[in-house]
T-cell receptor, first 111, second 112 residues
Framework: EDQVTQSPEALRLQEGESSSLNCSYT??????LFWYRQDPGKGPEFLFT???AGEEKEKERLKATLTKKESFLHITAPKPEDSATYLC????????????FGAGTQVVVTP | DTGVSQNPRHKITKRGQNVTFRCDPI?????LYWYRQTLGQGPEFLTY????????KSRLLSDRFSAERPKGSFSTLEIQRTEQGDSAMYLC??????????FGPGTRLTVT
């Protein structure tokens, strides 16, 4: 069965202190890795899709990268408004339909 | 494009009652997904549709849960004989084929 593990569970950063979140996955065949941001009490907000190892995507202070076993979400010079839970999900060849989510990394950025 | 909408946003019900939630996807999206999320956890897959066909259901989904997507447009999720363990945020998402899914704001269910 597909598995997605995110680390760390929680991360506290000072404003401007860059860091990376990890998403490790085990799938039979990857058909997409997806990053989302979720604010408390709201639905996840789509950020990126990555399909193949070596691929990178950027949006403002966020950059996502993908290898054959894991993905990283790099947060460069974070601001307090980057505080959120970041979720990683995979779609695999075992189940073309569903997104299998990890538990998320809760990020708090303090001024 | 108004995004994915869900109604109601909040529902409080007594144990044993039936509840129904509605999801309106992004209009051109052919896939629709239902997820459930509890505090501190990632979303848990329930079921998904491609157009009007329900293609996959979670093995964890009891027969008290049923979903429909008539005519491939909006979808409803019904929970019969609710239990306290059903309390959660119910999320709907839609996508165009295998692209990333766009989520709605969710329906928070509280079973008392």
């Amino acid at each position: 069965e597909d598995q997605v593990t995110q680390s760390p569970e929680a991360l506290r950063l000072q404003e401007g202190e860059s860091s990376s979140l990890n998403c490790s996955y085990t799938v039979s065949g990857l058909r997409g890795l997806f990053w989302y941001r979720q604010d408390p009490g709201k639905g996840p907000e789509f950020l990126f899709t990555l399909y193949s190892a070596g691929e990178e995507k950027e949006k403002e202070r966020l950059k996502a990268t993908l290898t054959k076993k894991e993905s990283f979400l790099h947060i460069t010079a974070p601001k307090p408004e980057d505080s959120a839970t970041y979720l990683c999900a995979v779609r695999s060849t075992d189940s073309w339909g569903k997104f299998q989510f990890g538990a998320g990394t809760q990020v708090v950025v303090t001024p | 494009d108004t995004g994915v909408s869900q109604n109601p946003r909040h529902k409080i019900t007594k144990r044993g009652q039936n509840v129904t939630f509605r999801c309106d996807p992004i209009s051109e999206h052919n896939r629709l997904y239902w997820y459930r999320q509890t505090l501190g956890q990632g979303p848990e897959f329930l079921t998904y549709f491609q157009n009007e066909a329900q293609l996959e259901k979670s093995r964890l989904l009891s027969d008290r849960f049923s979903a429909e997507r008539p005519k491939g447009s909006f979808s409803t999720l019904e929970i019969q004989r609710t239990e306290q363990g059903d309390s959660a945020m119910y999320l709907c998402a839609s996508s165009l084929n295998l692209a990333g899914g766009y989520f709605g704001p969710g329906t928070r269910l509280t079973v008392t």
